[in-house]
């Protein structure tokens, strides 16, 4: 599987963002899909992930209630609706897929990574 990210950038506090990530080379209907982020300095951390239905869905605490993820099986796209962005939300942000259906948060639970895409928050 390849994985091609995008939708970043520069942007405000209280702005919005979507990120994009087309998959290419598998069966995506049947691939987990998850964003992890990266920033400055600090471990990778998951952010959110979605089951090949959709009908399984975790987001990490910081971002709940601000950010969507969700996927369009026809475009062999996941997406990454960031709404009400924060300064600490600033990251290298990667999708994410693994050979099995279900969603999890565990990055090692995935098998294929995108090139990421940077997100800029400003206060």
């Known amino acids: 599987v390849q994985l091609q990210a995008c939708g970043g950038g520069l942007v405000q506090a209280g702005d919005s963002l979507r990120l994009s990530c087309v998959a290419s080379?598998?069966?995506?209907?049947?691939?987990?899909m998850g964003w992890f982020r990266q920033a400055p300095g600090k471990e990778r951390e998951f952010v959110a992930a979605?089951?090949?239905?959709?009908?399984?869905?975790y987001y990490v605490d910081s971002v709940k209630g601000r950010f969507t993820i969700s996927r369009d099986n026809a475009k062999n796209t996941v997406y990454l609706q960031m709404n009400s962005l924060e300064p600490e939300d600033t990251a290298v942000y990667y999708c994410?897929?693994?050979?099995?259906?279900?969603?999890?948060?565990?990055?090692?639970?995935?098998?294929?990574w995108g090139q990421g895409t940077l997100v800029t928050v400003s206060s």
């Open positions: 979605i089951s090949w239905s959709g009908g399984m869905i």
């Open positions: 994410a897929a693994r050979r099995y259906a279900a969603a999890t948060t565990q990055p090692t639970d995935y098998d294929y």
């Open positions: 080379g598998r069966t995506f209907s049947s691939t987990g």
